[in-house]
Nanobody, 122 residues
């Protein structure tokens, strides 16, 4: 399984970006998630989605600003990021999991993409 994320870039505070992540390869997807890692900080959970039900869940820091969605036919998950803040600057990683887990922890996921940089200027 390979995950490839795209859509990162530089944006001013208050702006928007949309990240995409496509999964390729033969593996059952139970859910996918987005994490981020800022310089000098640990990787942290951002948002997750269960593949069949579409149930979504978010970190408190992004609730109301970010929206995760998926396109089952394309094996693609999206992260729409609105009202971006400088504190959102980080490398964003997508991940997928094969079985049921809470989805909030790095250890819940089996496959990871290489990451895409998001920079929000003030």
């Amino acid at each position: 399984v390979q995950l490839q994320a795209s859509g990162g870039g530089l944006v001013q505070a208050g702006g928007s970006l949309r990240l995409s992540c496509t999964s390729s390869g033969r593996s059952f997807i139970y859910g996918m998630g987005w994490f981020r890692q800022a310089p000098g900080k640990e990787r942290e959970f951002v948002a997750g989605i269960n593949w069949n039900s579409g149930r979504t869940y978010y970190a408190d820091s992004v609730k109301g600003r970010f929206t995760i969605s998926r396109d089952n036919a394309k094996n693609t998950v999206y992260l729409q990021m609105n009202s971006l803040e400088p504190e959102d600057t980080a490398v964003y990683y997508c991940a997928s999991k094969r079985v049921y887990t809470s989805g909030y922890s790095l250890n819940d996921y089996h496959y990871w993409g290489p990451g895409t940089q998001v920079t929000v200027s003030s």
